[in-house]
């Protein structure tokens, strides 16, 4: 339901975004550090140099890619190889940023989903007891008050 998702606290959220934003932010300077120098000493006749600039040619075009492909939003290899021609240690180092996008920061956002919209159901089941517990005292008042006023008359 709407009413869920707007009850639900979203700190954790935007903590959760925090965190992927960093993560990938410290991932995105390492390789336009890396990237930057290669383009520096490579020459410009080099085939893979158009690839590398279109991806990796700024620093705002690394975060970008880098966050597709956490998202899934663009295939893996594709970035990834230009990555390991221009030096070896960035093709693992891509792989280790991507298992710790998916399987950390994502199952964190999935497990502070259902963590929420499980404290908001059983704040409504909560809810919903004490208005049957009220509904039941209104229904034994109405059954009892006769019988106390009956009672006082005699």
């Known amino acids: 339901e709407a009413r869920l998702i707007i009850q639900m606290d979203w700190k954790p959220f935007v903590w959760g975004f925090c965190l992927m934003f960093t993560l990938s932010y410290l991932f995105a300077v390492v390789v336009a550090e890396s990237v930057s120098e290669w383009l520096l000493h490579s020459g410009d006749e080099d085939p893979l140099r158009n690839t590398v600039e279109k991806h990796y040619g700024s620093f705002p075009s690394t975060l970008y890619?880098?966050?597709?492909?956490?998202?899934?939003?663009?295939?893996?290899?594709?970035?990834?190889?230009?990555?390991?021609?221009?030096?070896?240690?960035?093709?693992?180092?891509?792989?280790?940023?991507?298992?710790?996008?998916?399987?950390?920061?994502l199952n964190i956002f999935t497990a502070l989903a259902v963590d929420a919209v499980t404290h908001v159901s059983n704040f409504d089941r909560t809810l919903q007891v004490s208005e049957t517990a009220l509904q039941e005292g209104r229904v034994i008042e109405c059954q009892l008050k006769p019988l106390f006023e009956q009672a006082d008359r005699n």
């Not at 190889?81 to 030096?87: A, D, S």
């Not at 891509?94 to 996008?101: E, G, R, S, T």
Request: net charge negative; no cysteine.
């Open 65 to 105: 890619i880098l966050m597709l492909a956490s998202a899934h939003g663009a295939s893996w290899s594709e970035i990834s190889e230009p990555l390991k021609t221009i030096n070896w240690w960035l093709g693992p180092i891509f792989f280790f940023y991507i298992m710790v996008m998916n399987l950390a920061v």
